[in-house]
Structure formats: structure tokens, C-alpha cells
């Protein structure tokens, strides 16, 4: 193999260049990226860097001398438009095409939208770029601030608004934020967290449409639910998930159903061809998650220099996430039949106390997942014990 292009300048592809060399590519690496920036940490997007805490040079995860190591063709600011197997190329925006013998897909994921959200005042926050806008206007004085979704960036980007002194609204359609990754019991737990910090949550409502009642130029004023409410805001955040890259990829011949699809080892149908990261569906589930963009590339790079899958990229699902001064960790894979048992720590009027908590998630007298809030060091013991128990998980087709 002479030639390997990855697509997507992002953590997982950094990773994945990484890995190349590491394992011994000798031959021509390409890296191209839709945004114009090398790869930097998203996570701290909606916390430190929104808040001021952070500046840019902090969140970059590569240097000029690693740059130089990986001795790589960077091509930035250019989004690739098809993969073509046949001809072995890459196509890019701009007319240019990549010849190619190996492919490593790392394109993410985008923010889903909502109707009539490109208005002034409307916002997003996936990229670096959505994070300056966004960051200029919450700078600029106090704001009513609404947010729509309750998820983990959702609530991070509630957490940080709140803390430089705005009043937040999140609006979570559920009857509850996080209850597919948390269940009920623990997401009203952490949901909590909101109340407590005075930010207010609207649960069970639908948007209807966003207002402009007489904003110039024609900035949002408001937000209109369902039942025809409305809550007043001059800065709005949609934070409703992400959609995987993969419109590139729509006459590539890949298998694309909620992301690209591979077997365990991150091994496309298409000879060559392997997928990491947000946008890769791996063994049947695809994780947004810093853990998985980190260790996917290194099994999916063997499996591609070996030409077929050798190994298996299936570890024990973890993510964390930080609101309102807690660290909330999870570790496993819960079943909604799971009960929750709570094994250290307590809860102040429905929310962690002080000092925090940990509870396990239990099936057939079976540990299956864990979960606390701000106790890292328990934490770290039971995921460990989660992971040596963890079995096997039977291969997906592709």
C-alpha cells in the first residue's frame, strides 16, 4: 500500500495518522479537512473555551513538530465530495481528486438543525467556528438564553451560559433530558443539577417555530413551543444530536444506514476501505464519543494494512461530561430492565450531595454499567471490573 488518504481532520483521523506511522506506513499519507483548521478538542467547546477559560492554542492536539513527524499532505478548507473504489480516488470539492490504495474515513458528525435556525442570534455549537460566534455574543453582556436540548452538550453549553451570569432556559422535548443514556431514575438525578444551579428546564415541549418580533436585523426574540408559549431570548443554542457525514459517500458502494457501516474491526464492505469515529457504525451502534475516536484507529489501521479484519474494536462504552461544577462519568451498556442501585453517597432533594455519588446498573444480579457524579476514583475501580467482565458481543454483519 503507497498511498493512504484519510478523510476528516478530526480527532479520530489524528488518531488514525498516528497510528499509520506507528505501525509502520512508510508510503504517502494524505489528511483532508472540510474546516480549515488542524485537529483540536471539541469537548472543551462548550465549556472551557465558551467561558473564556480556554483559548485556542489550548485546545489544539497537534504541533508543527508532529506535523513534521507524521510528515503528512495536509489538504484543509476542502471538503471531499465521492469516493470512487473503482478508480481508487478520493474526490474533493475543488475538482481535484486523490489517487489512493487505502482509505480511512473519519468525516464525523454534523449538528442537526432546525427549521428557520439560521437566524441572527440562532446557534449551533459542533466547531471551533460555532464556538467564536457564539462565545462573541455571550460576551457581549447579559442575554436570555434559551437552549434546545437537554443532551450532554445541551446541558454543558446551559452549564457555562449560567455560569457567566445569563438566564438559561434548556428545552428537552422528553419528560426528561438523558433518559435514553441514563434511564429515568438517574436522569431525573442529574437533571437536578439544573435546579440546582437556577437554570430553568421546560421538559415535554415540542418548538414550533422561532420568533422575530421586531428585531433588526431580523434577530431572533424568541422561541414558540407547542402550546403556543413563548420564551423570551436574544441567543438561542439548538442542541438536538448530530447526523454522520456520509452524503459524500451516497454512489461510493458502502453500506450507510445512521453512519457507515462496519463490522467489529471498523472494516468497511469495500476492500481498503475502513471508518472511524462519529460517523463510523460499528458492530451495530455508533458512539459520539472522545473514547471511541481514540481507540477505534488503532485496530481499524491494523485491519487495513492486513487487508482484512485481525482484530476487534468493541471496548466497554465510557463518557463523561461536566455541568455545573460536577463530572458525571458512565461506563457499560445499560438495558432498559436494568435497576439502579446506588452503593456510595447520597442525594439532596433529588440531586447528587456533596461529595457525590455512584450507583451501579444491575441485570440477573449482573453488574452491567456505572454511574457517578464526581466520584472519579470508585468510578475508575468499577469500570475497570466492568471491563474484565465484560463478554463477548457477537459480530455485526456488514
Known amino acids: 500500500m503507497r498511498t493512504v488518504t484519510i478523510v476528516g481532520a478530526s480527532l479520530s483521523g489524528l488518531y488514525a495518522a498516528r497510528e499509520l506511522r506507528a505501525q509502520g506506513f512508510d508510503g504517502r499519507l494524505v489528511i483532508v479537512g472540510e474546516e480549515p483548521h488542524l485537529p483540536y478538542d471539541r469537548p472543551p467547546l462548550s465549556k472551557d473555551f465558551l467561558t473564556g477559560r480556554a483559548d485556542e492554542d489550548q485546545l489544539a492536539l497537534t504541533d508543527a513538530e508532529e506535523s513534521a513527524e507524521l510528515d503528512a499532505t495536509w489538504l484543509l478548507g476542502v471538503r471531499a465530495r465521492g469516493l470512487a473504489p473503482r478508480s481508487r480516488a478520493v474526490v474533493l470539492d475543488d475538482g481535484r481528486t486523490v489517487p489512493t490504495d487505502g482509505v480511512i474515513i473519519a468525516t464525523g458528525a454534523s449538528a442537526r438543525r432546525l427549521p ?42 446551559a452549564s457555562s451560559c449560567t455560569a457567566l451570569g445569563h438566564a438559561v432556559t434548556v428545552v428537552e422535548a422528553a419528560p ?20 440546582r444551579a437556577g437554570t430553568r428546564l421546560v ?62 474491526g471498523c472494516v468497511t464492505a469495500l476492500a481498503n476501505v475502513v471508518a472511524v469515529g462519529d460517523v463510523a457504525r460499528v458492530g451495530g451502534s455508533r458512539a459520539e ?95 475497570r471490573e466492568l471491563a474484565r467482565s465484560a463478554g463477548p458481543v457477537e459480530p455485526a454483519s456488514l
Open 289 to 383: 464519543h472522545w473514547t471511541s475516536a481514540t481507540e477505534q484507529p488503532r485496530v481499524a489501521v491494523a485491519n487495513l494494512l492486513a487487508g482484512r479484519t485481525i482484530g476487534r474494536a468493541r471496548p466497554l462504552p465510557y463518557f463523561w461530561s461536566d455541568q455545573y461544577g460536577a463530572r458525571i462519568q458512565f461506563a457499560g451498556r445499560r438495558h432498559p430492565a436494568d435497576t439502579v442501585r446506588t452503593v456510595e453517597g447520597d442525594l439532596d432533594d433529588g440531586a447528587p450531595a456533596a461529595g457525590g455519588f455512584l450507583a451501579l446498573y444491575e441485570r440477573e444480579n449482573r453488574m452491567t454499567a456505572v454511574l457517578s457524579v464526581d466520584r472519579p476514583r470508585p468510578f475508575t475501580r468499577v469500570r
Open 116 to 157: 428557520g435556525d439560521h437566524l441572527p442570534g440562532v446557534h449551533t455549537l459542533r466547531t471551533l467556528d460555532d464556538a467564536r460566534a457564539l462565545r462573541a455574543e455571550l460576551t457581549a453582556g447579559p442575554r436570555r438564553v434559551v437552549v434546545i436540548g437537554g443532551g450532554f452538550v445541551g446541558a454543558e453549553t
Open 176 to 195: 426528561l433530558p438523558l433518559v435514553p443514556q441514563l434511564g429515568p431514575e438517574m436522569a431525573a438525578v442529574c437533571a437536578a443539577l439544573h435546579r
Open 203 to 264: 421538559t415535554g415541549g415540542a418548538v414550533a417555530r422561532f420568533r422575530v418580533d421586531g428585531a433588526a436585523p431580523g434577530a431572533v426574540t424568541g422561541v414558540e413551543l407547542g402550546d403556543g408559549s413563548v420564551l423570551p431570548a436574544e441567543v438561542v443554542i439548538v442542541g438536538i444530536g448530530a447526523v454522520p457525514n456520509t452524503g459524500w459517500l451516497a454512489d461510493s458502494g458502502l453500506r450507510l444506514q445512521d453512519g457507515v457501516v462496519c463490522d467489529d
